[in-house]
């Protein structure tokens, strides 16, 4: 087979796996789980052919014209540079690995069989996205992943949680979708064509006639996909959702999809030096106040949420100071341990019956109960925390690395304060990060109490694909000095100073947090786990507590109670409060958008009804009145007939002598 066929294999698989899942998941469920799991497995093991074929060379390009427009045409193309081969497997790995722990972790969901179908599906659109060479296809692709994520963040739709979690996320998306939209057609207009190398050779040759509108187009759809602010509140409210979904939509799909997009178009973002300002002030904004919500969340899986969010800001500063080699880079070492990350969540929550860190550091012995979860988990933060030799520390030190070089003397790529504002956001967002992983390794598994009640033992496919992504959180950053042949032939390897100094705040941050945790457990001792786990009155959360023994997901009240052994209230202090409301971005939303559109519905309504309603009554009832009355007057009498005939002659005729007398 050629390298094309192979390349339009690997998205088809999927597909394929999800129609069928779809049309036999009632009259053949044993079908269900290998339909869940080969498909994906099989379009991973052709995307690694792909990627060797392609061996970071020259692109694959083949395309064929869909329809004739008269204008610009759509084609069915695919583009398959190195970085995108790369993107492919992460994507499949990623994939794979979240249906074989959801085979153990649904296994009595009624539900798993659209639940496999959909994930399948959610893997084909992106896998779209990555291979495709014509912006049409791939806005197919990203609106199929909208559509996608809105059914599995919403499938415990039972709770209101979900439902309102669900709609969240699909309204902010297609919010940022219009612009986007605008701008592909804006772009293709220019360039005379959808695809995306001619695109890029138009831009090359200065075709671009508003480059700065575009690009800032194109950043609206950016950042609701991929939770940039500030369209990044729906990510958090998404955990509603099951954890794999988590896993899937964070590490290698859904947000993944708009740094990818601004890496296969960067050369059109660079042509616009005030729009890549912009997208630096989004990256520094986003990174730096993620990582603060993270801080405070008391939920294990919104802290993991911010974290994704803190995440992308730093891919999207490095595209932000011209590098799309660390951007990409960082995108892969961070799917490895995000995804790693909330797949151990599922677990520890398993494990401890509920997603509070609260209520896990009032609980003992619970890394003794799930050692696979805790050592596991301990590799992806450090992974998360760059601490060397893990993947997010070569990743991380990247990023930062390229902002210096442009913070230190301004590049044809971007200008010296994109590379200022990406640097130092970094660095603070470093140390932040360092605290967050610290404080939710700290909470999490060196709880001070009782032995949490035992829920039974995971299936062993959960704890297997732990393992089997440990390796690249620990490894990938090993072959480092060997990806910039997969890019455009940079170099990755972060210099001595950067490095230095970004491992330097990372260990300041644990070292401090450590710190605050140690002086804060005598006081958690004085507190018992019923104080938290309970359900007293006040600001509670609907909390998920997913028994994965049952398969049967058990939502319980867990009160947001002061916890005294949280060292993240003794580091932010007065600020605790408005970091774990996400700063209140919600209400203001709520207050300048939600609010006003529900008045406005209100007044339709009663206009509505107090207005057209009335009129539309008041026009049936004139007619049903006139007709009363002269239903009144056909009394069937002929002497009553005679005699007003009789009457309205006379009146006729005295009328008439009236007439001509005044004449």
Avoid at 22 to 30: F, H, I, V
């Amino acid at each position: 087979m050629t390298t094309t066929t192979l390349a339009v294999l690997v998205p088809l698989l999927p597909f394929l796996g999800a129609a069928a899942g779809l049309l036999l998941g009632r009259t053949a469920p044993g079908f269900v789980r290998p339909l869940a799991v080969l498909p994906p497995l099989a379009a991973l093991v052709v995307a690694v052919f792909v990627a060797v074929r392609q061996g970071g060379g020259q692109a694959v390009d083949a395309a064929t014209e869909l329809t004739p427009t008269g204008s610009v045409p759509v084609e069915l193309a695919l583009h398959i540079d190195g970085f995108a081969a790369l993107v492919a497997v992460l994507v499949g790995v990623v994939s794979v690995c979240v249906q074989i722990y959801s085979t153990g972790y649904l296994r009595d969901d009624p539900r798993y069989a659209s639940y496999a179908a959909l994930v399948s599906l959610f893997t084909s659109a992106m896998l779209l996205v990555v291979y495709s060479g014509d912006l049409i296809v791939l806005l197919v692709g990203w609106e199929v992943m909208g559509i996608c994520s809105y059914f599995l963040v919403g499938h415990y739709w039972e709770t209101p949680q979900a439902r309102a979690a669900s709609l969240k996320a699909f309204l902010v998306t297609k919010l940022g979708d219009v612009p986007f939209l605008i701008g592909l057609f804006a772009l293709a207009t220019d360039a005379g064509s959808f695809r995306i190398t001619a695109i890029l050779d138009t831009v090359a040759g200065g075709g671009l006639h508003h480059p700065t509108l575009v690009a800032l187009l194109l950043l609206a759809g950016v950042a609701g996909k991929s939770a940039q602010f500030p369209l990044h509140t729906w990510l958090p409210d998404a955990m509603a959702g099951p954890t794999p979904v988590s896993a899937l939509i964070h590490a290698a799909t859904m947000v993944a999809a708009g740094v990818y997009f601004v890496a296969r178009l960067l050369p059109v973002f660079e042509a616009s030096a005030a729009a890549m300002t912009v997208l630096a002030v989004m990256a520094a904004v986003t990174m730096a106040g993620s990582a603060l919500a993270a801080l405070a969340q008391d939920d294990i899986k919104r802290v993991l949420a911010y974290s994704t969010i803190g995440q992308l800001g730093y891919m999207t500063g490095a595209l932000a100071v011209g590098d799309r080699e660390a951007a990409v880079f960082h995108l892969l070492t961070h799917g490895a341990f995000k995804a790693l990350l909330f797949l151990a969540a599922g677990v520890i929550i398993h494990a401890a019956g509920t997603n509070s860190l609260a209520a896990m550091s009032r609980m003992g012995k619970l890394r003794s109960r799930i050692p696979d979860a805790y050592w596991t988990t301990t590799v992806a933060l450090l992974a998360l925390t760059a601490i060397p030799p893990f993947s997010g520390f070569f990743s991380k030190e990247a990023v930062l690395g390229a902002a210096e070089e442009v913070a230190t003397g301004d590049t044809a790529h971007a200008p010296g304060a994109a590379g200022w504002i990406v640097l130092v956001a970094g660095l603070v967002t470093a140390l932040l990060t360092a605290a967050y992983a610290t404080r939710l390794w700290l909470l999490a598994f060196h709880g001070r109490g009782p032995e949490a009640p035992d829920h039974g033992k995971q299936p062993l496919v959960m704890n297997g694909v732990l393992w089997v992504l440990a390796v690249p959180s620990l490894a990938l950053g090993a072959a480092y000095r060997e990806l910039p042949g997969w890019f455009d032939g940079g170099s990755l390897t972060p210099g001595l100073e950067t490095s230095m100094i970004g491992t330097g705040v990372a260990l300041v941050g644990v070292i401090v947090t450590y710190g605050a945790w140690r002086s804060s457990t005598a006081l958690a001792a004085e507190s018992p786990l019923g104080a938290v786990a309970a359900h007293p009155e006040g600001d509670a959360g609907l909390v998920e507590a997913e028994a994965i023994a049952s398969h049967t997901p058990a939502y319980g009240d867990v009160a947001y109670a002061p916890d005294p052994a949280d060292p993240g209230r003794l580091l932010l202090g007065p600020l605790h409060r408005h970091a774990a409301a996400g700063f209140h971005l919600d209400a203001v939303y709520s207050a300048l958008f939600v609010r006003p559109v529900l008045g406005a519905a209100r007044i339709v309504r009663f206009l509505d009804r107090e207005v057209v309603d009335t009129y539309v009554r008041g026009a049936a009832a004139l007619p049903r009145l006139l007709g009363a009355a002269v239903r009144r007057a056909q009394t069937g009498n002929v002497q009553t007939y005679v005699s007003a005939l009789l009457a309205g002659t006379v009146v006729l005729v005295v009328a008439a002598v009236l007439v001509a007398t005044g004449a």
